[in-house]
């Protein structure tokens, strides 16, 4: 089974899970002491991570294929590998800091970054509900090196529990932890623990916002929205005519939707019809999304978006090695700022989401389980064709989620 890469209401799990390998030496940097009350991300470090969201798109685009829905979440994907980054040395944690866009900086500095994202993003806008929570769930017999502890719980905020993962309770901890910091939208996010399994790390991002002008259910009409493959389908198009953000480019029209206090926004990337909604995605990168967000001017439009559910399951093992981290996944990976006598391995890294968008808003889950996720005349702009989506925070220009709908009516990624 598969998953789906855009929402607007989204929460989600990450998950790591390390099994034993092979064996090295390490310490732990300390991280320096962050600001508190402030979203404070440097221009870098958002431009850097948005590009490895937008590449990430496109990995998982590409493997899914054109008839596919889509939904990831690039930033709590980010988290968790945040925390694995801190357990790796040598040339593993190098690939996974260059993977993440990361290796212009120090480790201590993205940590410092990691730690501000956790405390203060949720409070960036009181009229949205964001959620971030990172546990880690090791195997009781396995000790776990202090110094990495120490920067899980200071850096990560994650709460960090030593369980019998030979007790078959255990599996139901883990998935009542997923479900309770998503809503209940991610119910399930591992079936079982391998005789191998000595580590779970779970990131858990929670996104639930209200549009900052909703859309007026009686307006919501059948209506026709061409599919890819070259038929149609019949989708609920809700309308609203109102004045949006707008940019236009030879490829693409780009309508923004915001929530709440406008701090939070869904992006809207309508193809032209002269193009695809894969090579739209493919000309995606953090240099080109920054100049769109300097570009979109309001203007008056007749807006119609498909009402639509989803639930998506993808393993990012082949788009994280693709993206240059192969080596985490071998009997070579270095995890010895875990534990110092080595011989593990990140044995998988998957995610499980749900996005539900309607006339009020957007709610969304997702978990990423690793084993060691305007004119004038006012001319309706309808997305009644394959689009891209995007949910950011305005104030920093963080992408939080990217979705591609291919067909609105699908609720599954079959």
Known sequence: MKTTLFSTVTAMTVGVLLTAVSCKNSTVTPTPDVPVGELRVSTP????????????????????????NVFISPLSLHIALGMILNGANGQTAQEIQKTLKLDAQTLAEANTTYQNLMENLPTVDPGVTVTLANSVWNRNTFPIETSFQDILKKTFKADVSAENFDDPA???????????KTNGKIPKVIDQIQGNDVMFLLNALYFKGDWKTQFDPSKTMDSPFNLASGGTTNVKMMRLENIFRQAFRSTYTAIELPYGSDKYAMTVLLP???????????????????????????????????????SYEIKLNNALS?????????????????????????????????????????EAAAVTTGGVSTTSARVPILCDRPFVFVIHEKTSGTVLFVGKIADPTKTGNS
């Open 322 to 362: 693709a993206l240059g981290m192969p080596t985490a996944f071998t009997d070579r990976a270095d995890f010895t700022k875990i534990n110092a006598k080595g011989g593990l391995t990140l044995s998988f890294v998957k995610q499980n989401t749900f996005v539900a968008v309607d006339e009020k808003g957007t």
């Open 45 to 68: 470090f958002a431009d850097q991570t948005n590009q490895f969201a937008f590449d990430l798109a496109k990995q998982v685009n590409t493997a899914e294929g054109q008839t596919r």
């Open 272 to 310: 032209s019809q002269n193009t695809t909604i894969d090579a739209l995605i493919n000309s995606l990168g953090s240099t080109d999304w920054a100049q769109l967000q300097k570009d979109m001017t309001p203007g008056e439009i007749d807006f119609g978006l498909p009402k639509f559910t989803l």
């Open 170 to 180: 255990t599996v139901g901890k883990i998935n009542a932890w997923a479900s309770q």
